[in-house]
């Protein structure tokens, strides 16, 4: 059954540091509870959201957006949140809008290593892109709000540096990437800016439910060797400049109502 969306934005992240900001933020908030998962519903820069965190991992990510979308029919979901840094270009700090989500995980594991091949909707059973689209005016309005945008500046070895944001594809696996060579095969074969955990689950259960979704990451270490310890110095500064952005893309989400 058809079911008509509202004006709520839902906005989701994994972990704690990656919705708290935005929890401080919101106002006329109300809570619940659904199957043991908490949701805030109320205003953030004027725009009616409803926020709630995941966990870690493509499973609990898609539970929470399916509940969110039963419950609330949203028009459109944001994902926010950290991720390690595919493209040696990209340092802690910096952003990637998605362009378009993928599993890097999924498909047949052979001789020649993983065979990536598409999923399917089962209500369908057709196939699905293997790169699930980003909306494009969720991509546009993120890039326009991006542009003015003030990030928290990031400690590097010559100093503080203001972060960057870049458009492009980010993969998902129910992996934590910590190996140059992953990410060096991740690059090539999938072309990615930024891995995670939970991006590629929110956009495919977003895509068969036909909700428009855009997801967004800052990068808290460059998915090597060190990004155990690199994580930990960087994440909470890195998940701040995400949600900042979300922030600044629901104030221009106001802005283009007018």
């Known amino acids: 059954m058809d079911t008509v969306m509202t004006d ?22 109300t809570e619940f509870v659904i199957q043991h998962l908490s949701f805030t519903e109320g205003k953030l820069n004027g725009q009616h ?7 870690i991992g493509k499973v609990n990510a898609s ?23 595919i493209n040696p270009t990209l340092a802690p700090g910096d952003l990637v809008i998605g362009t378009t989500l993928a599993h890097h995980d999924y498909g047949a594991l052979t001789p020649a290593g993983i065979q990536r091949r598409p999923t399917r909707d089962p209500a369908t059973m057709q196939e699905n892109p293997i790169y699930f689209p980003c909306d494009t005016s969720l991509i546009n309005l993120a890039q326009r709000a991006g542009k003015n945008l003030t990030l928290e500046k990031i400690k590097s070895p010559q100093g503080l540096r203001s972060p960057k944001i870049i458009s492009g594809v980010i993969v998902t696996g129910d992996v934590f990437v910590s190996s140059e060579k992953a990410t060096q095969e991740l690059q090539k074969q999938m072309h990615a800016e930024a891995t995670e955990m939970e991006g590629a689950a929110v956009a495919q259960v977003s895509y068969q439910q036909h909700t428009p979704f855009l997801v967004i990451r800052s990068m808290s270490d460059n998915a090597s060797s060190t990004a155990h310890a690199d994580i930990e110095t960087f994440y909470q500064v890195a998940a701040r400049n995400s949600a900042n952005l979300v922030m600044a893309i629901m104030a221009a989400q106001g802005k283009s109502k007018k």
């Open 49 to 55: 959201v409803v926020l709630a965190q995941t966990g």
């Open 63 to 85: 539970l929470t957006t399916i509940l969110l979308i039963e419950h609330f029919h949203p028009k459109a979901i944001v994902f926010t949140g950290i991720a390690g840094a």
């Open 8 to 29: 709520i934005t839902g906005i989701l992240g994994a972990f704690p540091e990656e919705v708290k900001f935005l929890a401080t933020q919101m106002q006329d908030k």
